[in-house]
């Protein structure tokens, strides 16, 4: 117990005494980068300020090289005090680390995003739709689809989401769990393209399941002269030509479509 409130008490005095330690989760794993502040009590002369190298090791004072990259700061505690007991130049060591800043598990956040860059991955329970809030969500420009990329057991990871089927449709499964390195990238919404006899020709984003009618809407409709009847989409094809269509009022637009509405002949 009293092991316990002496430990406790000396993470209180290291985290009053830095400006600014970074907040990670109980689970949090040290990686290359981290910068560390790490306290023995009553042993002011082994205070270190440093960071975990590329190996995943720390220079400590007396005890040399130790091995922290991947273990929790809990572990990494546990690890120092043994290695002091051991080495009979502490008794019964009470060693407390504290994250000052996070580097090594870092995810990057790119695209149509509104606030892009890296963000730490402060616990290994971070979700995509977590970390896409952290960074300020998805942009008005950006589609529904963040592509994931990553490195999991070793091989090469990539995992399209549907960002909105995963509440529309309940898919809550794809939203996987991040890992250190991983990238999240939202490109920018489809378009489509709209000429003709209408109010308002242009290029629109294409809405989920939007209809040809809806797409006529967002072109602000028809003009005095123009007709459905006369309604074409020119849309390319698997092997890169381009096909014309006479679609119906209630068929899906697609991506890259370019609409046409002619003029009526009466």
């Known amino acids: 117990m009293m092991k316990r409130i002496l430990r406790f008490s000396l993470s209180l005095l290291a985290i009053f ?4 330690p970074a907040h990670a989760g109980d689970d949090y794993r040290l990686a290359e980068g981290d910068a560390i502040h790490i306290v023995v009590f009553q042993n002011p002369d082994l205070t270190l ?30 690890k120092i005090a043994t290695a002091l007991e051991n080495g009979r130049f502490v008794k ?3 060693v407390n680390i504290v994250l000052t800043q996070i580097v090594g598990n870092q995810v990057s956040v790119l695209g149509q995003i509104n606030k892009p860059g890296s963000y730490p991955l402060v616990t290994f329970n971070t979700h995509v739709s977590q970390m896409l809030a952290t960074a300020g969500g998805i942009a008005p420009t950006g589609g529904d689809v963040v592509i994931l990329t990553g490195t999991r ?13 995963l509440y529309l449709d309940g898919k809550t499964a794809d939203d996987v769990l991040l890992a250190g390195g991983d990238t999240l990238y939202v490109d920018r919404a489809p378009l489509f393209y709209i000429y003709g006899e209408v109010q308002r020709p242009g290029s629109y984003p294409l809405l989920r399941n939007m209809t040809m009618v809806q797409a006529l809407a967002a072109g602000g409709g028809l003009t005095a002269r123009g007709t459905e009847r006369s309604l074409r989409v020119y849309r390319r094809n698997k092997s890169g030509a381009t096909d014309k269509i006479e679609p119906k009022s209630m068929d899906r637009v697609r991506a890259d479509d370019v609409i046409y509405i002619g003029e009526s002949l009466f």
Do not use: F
């Open 49 to 78: 300020d440093t960071r975990v190298t590329e190996s995943g090791t720390i220079a400590y004072p007396l005890i040399g090289q130790v091995k922290v990259g991947g273990l929790t700061m809990s572990e990494a505690q546990d």
């Open 17 to 20: 005494a830095l400006c600014a």
């Open 153 to 165: 057991d070793g091989q090469p990871y990539r995992k399209e989401i549907d960002i909105a089927s």
């Open 92 to 94: 019964q060591a009470q």
